[in-house]
């Protein structure tokens, strides 16, 4: 499937502010970048390519103090629906050293804090059964609410308060997997079916040698869904940081299938 993505933001910035940008498609497996083009009004880019894992950062130099962008990609995805129940989970003296930090608890993703909840609830499956019941567990139980969350709400928030958005089922997702043991990341990236339109999040998980998709949102598929990149939790990968103030004029973002 070919993915065709149009952004289009602005941003009122400090004057001659730097802003860290990671919102370009990554050439990964399962998808092939066919085309990539970011324009950044009156601005010098640096392109940061250092990173072990997906997502290109770069450093967006402004001149003046509105930071206006337009990033259009055309993506082939070619990553196969996967049926999760009969994969295996790696045990953990088998893991990846690059595998085993997503075993951890991180700001947003506290997992050690659902240990028991996750050995109660889920401790009788299995592998990509256990992480199947899990996501299937999170989209009964947390319903989606724009604006429901902030920046700073935690998977156990979300779990108390039983709402949220797509960043929010990533880092219950993840926090759930990694409490049953088996590896997760969060993930951003971009769909064609995420209602309202806006830079969309999932979760990874490592099961039988390799890294899948899981939306417990049911917005996007492993067949659909375009990576920007991967890390901990939302912290690692936020679309844009800057030192200062960043306040939006206009942010929207189309996602077709081609």
């Known amino acids: 499937m070919t993915l065709n993505i149009d952004v289009s933001m602005e941003y009122q910035v400090e004057q001659n502010a730097s802003a860290l940008l990671v919102l370009a498609a990554a050439q990964t497996q399962g998808q092939t970048v066919l085309e990539s083009h970011l324009d950044v009004a009156n601005a010098t880019l ?17 001149r003046g103090d509105v930071l206006r962008l337009t990033y259009r990609a055309k993506v082939q995805v070619t990553r196969p629906e996967i049926t999760l129940d009969p994969l295996a989970a790696t045990p953990f003296h088998a893991l ?62 979300t779990f108390v308060n039983r709402e949220g958005v797509c960043r929010d089922f990533a880092h219950l997702v993840c926090s759930l997997a990694r409490a049953a043991h088996i590896p997760a990341r969060y993930t951003s990236g971009y769909g064609p079916d995420v209602t309202p339109p806006d830079f969309h999040a999932v979760a990874e998980v490592w099961l039988d040698g390799a890294w899948h998709l899981v939306d417990a949102t049911g917005m996007s598929s492993s ?36």
């Open 96 to 157: 990846p050293g690059d595998v085993i930090d997503f075993l951890r608890p991180s700001r947003f993703c506290p997992s050690d804090l659902f240990t028991s909840f996750a050995a109660k609830q889920f401790g009788h499956l299995e592998g990509g059964a256990k992480i199947a019941a899990l996501r299937d567990w999170t989209a009964r139980t947390i319903v989606y609410v724009p604006g429901s969350s902030t920046a700073a709400t935690t998977a156990v928030e």
């Open 46 to 62: 640096r392109w940061i390519d250092d990173s072990d894992t997906p997502g290109r950062r770069v450093w967006v130099d402004v």
């Open 223 to 258: 067949g659909d869904f375009v990576v920007i990149g991967t890390g901990r939790d939302a912290g690692d990968i936020s679309f844009m940081e800057t030192e200062g103030a960043a306040q939006p004029n206009r942010l929207t973002i189309k996602v077709s299938r081609r």
